[in-house]
């Protein structure tokens, strides 16, 4: 009798109970509204790519993006899109320049995912859940990280965020990445559809700093693994009514708003 | 008797917990929540939509003045916002993890967030006003009820299903909820919005669970600069790019 009380006790308890999802019950979490500092104070995002080790590069391979000026790849808001010709006369006081000839473009299509391969400044936002992370920006971009066990397809076609499968070690998210279109990498290197991803995101024990730890891997590209790290804080809050509250913002951008192909007016100039 | 009440026990063990597995809504870790995550997407039959109730003042001019900036915002491959991303035309990727609920679309608009960790908006004097707005959400039992407002007027698709159109002052309420164990996941659509609306305007979208081993595929470009696509889509009551000119300051 009491066993078989123990028995019922124990098929309730596993109808009740909700399913422990592994690694995610007590750690802490990545899943949030982050931005990326400068811990080095280089004071400036072409100092930022500049302390990127330079890629050490096989002999025969071409560097891409120049040591440490890089980009993932194309975003939103006209950058990586051709400038109009710079006029060799400056502009009267008050008229703008027009700095952007296609804005809100990147060349190879708007937010075309590649850009969180290397954030930017734009704000980036983690949702965790058991079989998959998310991983957006709001400069455009969504990574989706499959956790739930799943390999790499044996057919895939590149894109130029790859195809990503991820697993915890502790509170640290582990994701290898393969499958990217070929383009170019910060400090220098290039990546293939042959080239491997692999990044760290380790948060401080606090929670309150990402390190995120980027990993190339090409034998056809990189003497030796191409290693360089990115850092970011918890995005600020801003007080709302009465509550310390952080959001994804949305950056608008208009391409066929003429404003968005200007940049800066010359300021009125005081004559001392 | 004693051992054949024993073995039942075990045997209903065996088979009742498998099935039940199978067929039981998945639960959200340790809320006991349901967990509406995964890949869902509209059939031909998916969606009940009446026919809105609008205000007189929502004449046929304005109808037209809204449609024209729908085809800009699709002509210039804008941000599209809500409500068209809910019904994009691919499958929605919906994510529920410890402070948000994130919906992603297969498009390049950006993915919408229902935070749970919150429950109000954003003050009006902070919040930019977008194309999905501020989503906060809570479960009143099963159901998921997210409210929006905090919408852009002029930017992105402002079609509503079954007529009207979104505004600044536009309220959506939303209410998630499964279905048939888990295979349907039923949205129901509840827009308000004193400018538009005579009474609140309700529809219902019935999304299908894909497998989970569905992987999204990647979006189209969209290049507004594509002289051929622009022609395409123009049509002599195509939308031209606004009135603003260069500001000379």
Known sequence: ?272 | MKRFCVLTSVIACLVVLPTSARTRVPLQEQRGTPDLSGFWELSFDSRNVPRANLLPAITRAKLDAHAKKDAYAIRWCNLLGVPFIMDPGRPLDIRQGSTAIIIVPENSSPPRYLYTNRSAHISDDIFDPSTNGDSIAHWEGDTLVADTVGFHGEHGISAIPGGGYRTGKSRLVERYRLLKEGSILSVTFTWTDPSVFRTPHSYEFRYQRLPATYEPRQWLSCDPFDEDRARFLESPSSPKPTSRAVSKE
């Open chain 1, 1 to 272: 009798m009491k066993l078989r009380v123990v028995l019922v006790v124990t098929l309730l308890w596993s109808f009740a109970a909700p399913p422990m999802v592994q690694g995610q019950s007590s750690k802490i979490r990545l899943e949030g509204d982050w931005v990326r500092i400068d811990p080095d104070g280089v004071g400036s995002f072409g100092g930022l790519n500049g302390v990127i080790p330079p890629a050490q590069l096989l002999p025969g391979v071409s560097a891409g993006g120049g040591g440490g000026r890089g980009r993932g790849g194309g975003g939103r808001g006209g950058r990586g899109a051709p400038p109009v010709s710079e006029s060799a006369t400056p502009n009267p006081e008050g008229v703008p320049y027009i700095v952007v000839a296609q804005p809100c473009f990147g060349g190879v299509g708007r937010s075309n995912g590649a850009l969180l391969v290397s954030p930017d400044s734009g704000g980036v936002h983690f949702v965790e859940h058991k079989d998959e992370v998310i991983f957006a920006g709001e400069r455009g971009g969504v990574r989706h990280i499959y956790t739930d066990g799943r390999s790499h397809p044996n057919v895939w076609t590149p894109t130029p965020a790859g195809h990503s499968v991820g697993r915890y070690d502790g509170s640290t998210l582990i994701v290898e990445t393969s499958g990217f279109t070929p383009g170019m990498v910060p400090g220098g290197g290039v990546r293939t559809s042959e080239t491997r991803l692999v990044e760290r995101f380790e948060m401080s024990p606090d929670g309150n700093r990402l390190t995120i730890t980027y990993t190339w891997e090409d034998p056809k590209v990189y003497q030796k693994p191409h290693v360089y790290r990115y850092y970011f804080e918890r995005a600020p809050t801003v007080e709302s009514k009465g509550t310390k509250v952080s959001y994804a913002l949305e950056e608008w951008c208009d391409a066929g708003d003429p404003i968005e192909k200007q940049s800066i007016i010359p300021p009125k100039q005081i004559i001392k």
